[in-house]
């Protein structure tokens, strides 16, 4: 059973940074595609990010370009999201999550597996 556990969302203020950690298990890890989507109050979910398998290849939001690094360590089954310079637009409950497949199914939001979400609240 495959298994997505985001941690390491908090409350901070605009400006400052934060890095979420996606701990996955029940998957060979390195064979899976991993990115971040999160859903803001009252909004529907939206893509953030995705990496490639060997992590040498990512695609961003134009919203969090050049602001959020996604990352992952294969020997750790771990994804992670480096954000900086956040904005109290980024508050929103932010989700890991993985599929076998690459591509438009991403920006789609068609993965397979989610994991429950950690909350990331930026104050002004």
């Known amino acids: 059973q495959v298994q997505l556990v985001e941690s390491g969302g908090g409350l901070v203020q605009a400006g400052d940074s934060l890095r979420l950690s996606c701990s996955a298990s029940?998957?060979?890890?390195?064979?899976?595609?991993l990115g971040w989507f999160r859903q803001a109050p009252g909004k529907a979910r939206e893509f953030v990010a995705v990496?490639?398998?060997?992590?040498?290849?990512?695609d961003y939001a134009d919203a969090v370009k050049g602001r959020f690094t996604a990352s992952r360590d294969n020997a750790k089954n771990t994804l992670y999201l480096q954000m900086n310079s956040l904005k109290p637009e980024d508050t929103a409950v932010y989700y890991c999550?993985?599929?076998?497949?690459?591509?438009?199914?991403?920006?789609?939001?068609?993965?397979?597996?989610w994991g429950k979400g950690t909350l990331v609240t930026v104050s002004s």
């Open positions: 029940g998957l060979t890890f390195s064979s899976y595609v």
């Open positions: 999550a993985a599929d076998i497949r690459h591509g438009s199914t991403w920006l789609r939001g068609d993965v397979n597996y």
């Open positions: 990496i490639s398998r060997s992590g040498g290849n990512g």
